[in-house]
């Protein structure tokens, strides 16, 4: 290679030559500044390719060692039909509620619970570098939390909302065949608490309309025998006996009708007989009535005055007032005559109708109050029969409420069954996970691309420092950007003996040193990368 020396003169001092790769301050010439954008990037190659090779083939070995040497992550799904109820809603509804989204986020949250991942990170040893460290459990199992992943498949259904038809449960993990059976493992898991979960909501909705079926039965019962108190301590007085107290009512006036006429006959035989003895007697006066029977036939006609009138009624005042004098009457009269001073009796003594008239007295009372014991419940039939509509219309409601329990609690039993006969709405595996044949994380091949576009990033800008912080002059309009002294002439390099054996020797140490050190940059990054799941789960976050 030449190399050419770069001379100047100027009246004022004596001319001089400078060799490139002499330091100075230089500027852009405007001769550069009208070069194209690709001559300067040829020039630069030129001088810099040795570096620019050296920085990207570096930096790429680097990163394709690291896409190489990362932990492979393995991924199996294994995919759950949702089948809906397989008896028809209008035969038996299911007494399980609720959005199907909002099911399988309580059963995740049930197979992500501390307990369940416990025993599985136990069961299929998982995660072996976290059960080496202290406190490996809540690592291990909020790691085996992140490596779980739901996927709910639906369908547009009617009103712009979407129905859960599907769902894939998968597992991310190192080994392919450990992470299929912990997939499969966990499908299991939601087969099992779906039904687990169905069984038991419909058995504490049978548990809870029981309870309230019995508290109601319990008032219901209550009202029964209230309605039945109130009926027995108010016999008699019922609205629907108004109509049989009324015929009795009429019966047993009749009865007092007939009471009194037969009252009025023995006071008149009694009257008759009273007479009879006063013709006998031959001090007495003829044609006069007794006064006791006198009496007695007032009584009797004041009686029916009262049934027809008041107490103010002119001829009730009228047999009162006459009644009180009799009474007198009877009080101020002397006591009767001597046995021995009177006449031949007759066969027939008024005495003998006092036996009659005292039995139908007796009756008369009886009569009169059974009348007014009647009257009174016809009086307080319309009460009665508020109270009983107060009482029955407290009952029905109670009956109805105990009806519609009833037959909930039925539906209810009804679902249960269908539930234990897993004929209600269930998740059935649909495909099982197997074990992947390609890894899913890290994605070398994208790994690959980046690390080719950093390694030549990186050569750019080192080449481009390179320029920078170079300030020798490499071109003869640099010279005269950087100085006004004319340029004479440009002598090329002269390449002596020693300058080729210094550059073998430069070849030599680059042809030793620049394969050590690219070995040492992948052994490097494989150390870096080699069991790095950290660096991979990172990466396959960043990318999704």
Known sequence: MRRRRTCSSSPATSSWCREPGLTGRRTMPSSAQGASALDLALAMWKRRKFLALLIFAGTLAGALTVAASLPSFYRSAATILVQRQQVAET??????????????????????SRARLEALVERFNLYPDLRRRPGFREAAVEQARRDIQVELKGVEATGGRSATIAFAVSFRGRDPDTVAQVANALASFYVQENLQIRERQATDTAQFLKAQLDET??????????VGAFKRS??????????????????????????????????????????????????????????????????????????LFSEKYPDVIRLKAEIAATQQQL???????????????????????????????????????????YQRRIEVAPQRDQELQEMSRDYRTTKDLYDSMLKRYQDAQIAQDMERSQSGGEFRLLDAAIPARAPSAPNRDRLALLGALVALGAAAAGVALAEHLDTSFHTVDDLRAFSRIPVLATIPR??????????????????????LGLALVVLAS???????????????????
Do not use: C
């Open 331 to 373: 009080a101020e009269a002397p006591p009767p005559a001597s046995a021995e001073r009177a006449g031949p009796a007759p066969q027939t003594s008024p005495g003998l109708l006092d036996p009659e008239l005292s039995a139908l007295k007796a009756e008369e009372q009886r009569l009169r109050r059974a009348i007014a014991d």
């Open 217 to 226: 039965k319990s008032r219901l019962d209550a009202e029964e025998q209230r």
């Open 494 to 515: 002269m390449l002596i003996a020693a300058d080729a054996t210094e550059r073998r020797r430069r070849l030599r140490l680059a042809a030793v040193s620049v394969p």
């Open 91 to 112: 035969f038996v509804r299911s007494s399980v509620t609720g959005e199907m989204d909002a099911r399988l986020q309580t059963i995740s949250q049930e197979i992500l």
């Open 526 to 544: 494989y150390h870096f990368a080699h069991g790095n799941e950290q660096l991979v789960r990172m990466l396959s976050r960043g990318a999704s």
């Open 234 to 307: 108010h016999l008699g007085e019922l609205p629907e006996q108004v109509g049989v107290n009324m015929a009795t009512l009429e019966r047993l006036n009749a009865q007092l009708t007939l009471n009194n006429d037969s009252q009025l006959r023995a006071v008149e035989r009694r009257a008759a007989l009273a007479r009879q003895l006063a013709g006998a007697e031959p001090l007495g006066a003829a044609g006069s009535m007794d006064p006791a029977a006198r009496l007695y036939l007032l009584q009797l006609e004041l009686a029916k005055m009262r049934r």
